[in-house]
C-alpha cells in the first residue's frame, strides 16, 4: 500500500526561489522522513520528523508534521541546481518498514 | 566505510532466467529492506529481514520472488523464470534498528533489471 502521497508531482522554479513540497499519509506513525533520489542513483535520507515533533530544521531544509491533518510539508530555501532531483517522503505506519509516497520531482532553472 | 553495496548495477537476463540480485548492507547493519522501483515511479515495498528471518513479505509477489539475509553473506533477492514486467530498478536499504525505532535507511545505488 502506498502511505505517503507527494503534492505536486513535478514542481520546476528559477535557481534562488523555495520550493514546497507537501506529502499526505493515512494510518498514524511514529516518524515521517524525506529523502531525495538523484536520477540513477539510491536514495539519501534528508531528515527525520518524529511524530511529537511539529518542525525541524537542517540547513537549507525545513520541514513541518501536522499529525492531526496527516501531513507534513518540505522547504527548500534559496535553491541551487544541485536540488534538482525527485524527493519522497516516507512514513512507518506503526510498522517496522518505510513505505515511500510516488515522490515531487523538483527541476530547479538556472 | 562503506555503504550498502548492491551488485551487479545492471542485470541482463531474457525470459524464463533466474536474477539474482545481492546486497551488502552497512557494516553492522541487520536490518534490511528491499524495494522496486518502476520509472518515474516511488519505491514499492517488497520485503524486510532481519539477520536470517522474514519479518514482512507483505510486499513481494508470492510466485518466484525470495529473499534471503543468511547469517554470513549478503541479502540476496531472487527471481525465478523472469518476465518483462519484471523490468525495474531493485534497491535495497539497511538500517541500524527498524524503522519504527525513528531510523534512518541507507540505501545502495540499485539493481537495473531489464528482462529480454
Known amino acids: 500500500s502506498q502511505q505517503g502521497e507527494e503534492d505536486p508531482q513535478a514542481l520546476s522554479i528559477q535557481e534562488g526561489e523555495n520550493a514546497t513540497m507537501n506529502c499526505s499519509y493515512k494510518?498514524?506513525?511514529?516518524?515521517l522522513q524525506w529523502y531525495r533520489q538523484n536520477s540513477g542513483r539510491g536514495l539519501v535520507h534528508l531528515i527525520l520528523?518524529?511524530?511529537?515533533?511539529r518542525e525541524k530544521h537542517s540547513g537549507r531544509l525545513r520541514v513541518t508534521l501536522d499529525t492531526s491533518k496527516k501531513s507534513s510539508s518540505l522547504l527548500i530555501t534559496a535553491s541551487r541546481a544541485a536540488d534538482t532531483a525527485s524527493y519522497f517522503c516516507?512514513?512507518?505506519?506503526?510498522?517496522?518498514?518505510?513505505?515511500f509516497g510516488q515522490g515531487t520531482r523538483l527541476t530547479i532553472n538556472p | 566505510n562503506a555503504g550498502v553495496m548492491q551488485n551487479p548495477r545492471h542485470l541482463v537476463r531474457r525470459r524464463g532466467q533466474e536474477a539474482r540480485l545481492r546486497c551488502s548492507p552497512v557494516?553492522?547493519?541487520?536490518?534490511v529492506y528491499w524495494y522496486r522501483q518502476l520509472p518515474e515511479e516511488g519505491l514499492k515495498f517488497m520485503v524486510y529481514?532481519?539477520?536470517?528471518?522474514?519479518?514482512?513479505e507483505s510486499g513481494m509477489p508470492k510466485e518466484r520472488f525470495s529473499a534471503e539475509f543468511p547469517k554470513e553473506g549478503p541479502s540476496i533477492l531472487r527471481i525465478q523464470q523472469v518476465v518483462r514486467g519484471d523490468s525495474a530498478a531493485y534497491f535495497c536499504?539497511?538500517?541500524?534498528?527498524?524503522?519504527?525505532?525513528?531510523?534512518?535507511?541507507?540505501f545502495g545505488s540499485g539493481t537495473q533489471l531489464s528482462v529480454l
Open positions: 520528523i518524529r511524530s511529537n515533533e
Open positions: 536499504a539497511s538500517s541500524l534498528r527498524t524503522a519504527a525505532t525513528n531510523e534512518k535507511l541507507f
Open positions: 494510518t498514524s506513525i511514529n516518524n
Open positions: 516516507a512514513t512507518d505506519e506503526g510498522a517496522q518498514k518505510l513505505v
Open positions: 557494516k553492522g547493519h541487520s536490518h
Open positions: 529481514l532481519q539477520k536470517e528471518n522474514i519479518i514482512d
